[in-house]
């Protein structure tokens, strides 16, 4: 079974500066998906970045990027220009890529990271 | 627009009492499923269905049971709920596909208390 570690209950970071979340996983699979999802104060689950474990490059997306290290089996997020706005838990979350099996669409989950912008 | 609908958003029951939580979405998607989250553990698979009619266990499934009879609606139902079922629950959707991860579209969530 594939787990997800978030070692960092909580980071912070001021406003318009850099921060990065880091997430590690566990998989004997060489083909799988690995997402960041933001959960604001709202509870809503936004998906913020995806990344296919066959690209080698990493995923942008604007102010988000990722850090894909496949073989250290790590997978951070950097946040860069820090808004008020990007306060939020975090979530790394992992997706295997067998079609059609028991764990078809099951996404796994890390234990989330809250992040404070600070003004 | 495109959603996942979850009702009730809140709900304050006491021990036994059966409840269901309805989810809805309008996307014509075949797989539903559903998720608890609680603090320092993530969000966690509950259930999950392919389809219509075809419905399996996700990761945590004691003390729930679903049911899949038409396309959009996938209930949760907790016929008799536990303090332990206290959490926050998530229905989530999204298109099969052979191959590829099509993007999983997320309710708003229901707060669930189990006294």
Known sequence: AQTVTQSQPEMSVQEAETVTLSCTYDTSESDYYLFWYKQPPSRQMILVIRQEAYKQQNATENRFSVNFQKAAKS???????????DAAMYFCAYRSY?????SYGKLTFGQGTILTVHP | E??????PRYLITVTGKKLTVTCSQNMNHEYMSWY??????????????????????GDVPEGYKVSRKEKRNF????????????????????????????????GPGTRLTVL
């Open chain 1, 75 to 85: 997978f951070s997020l950097k946040i860069s220009d820090s808004q008020l706005g």
């Open chain 1, 98 to 102: 067998k079609p059609g099996g028991t």
């Open chain 2, 36 to 57: 608890r989250q609680d603090p320092g553990l993530g969000l966690r698979q509950i259930y999950y269905s392919m389809n219509v009619e075809v419905t399996d266990k």
């Open chain 2, 75 to 106: 209930p949760l139902i907790l016929e008799s709920p536990s303090p332990n079922q206290t959490s926050l629950y998530f229905c989530a959707s999204s298109l099969w596909a052979a191959s590829g991860a099509p993007s999983q579209y997320f």
């Open chain 2, 2 to 7: 495109a959603q996942v609908t979850q009702n």
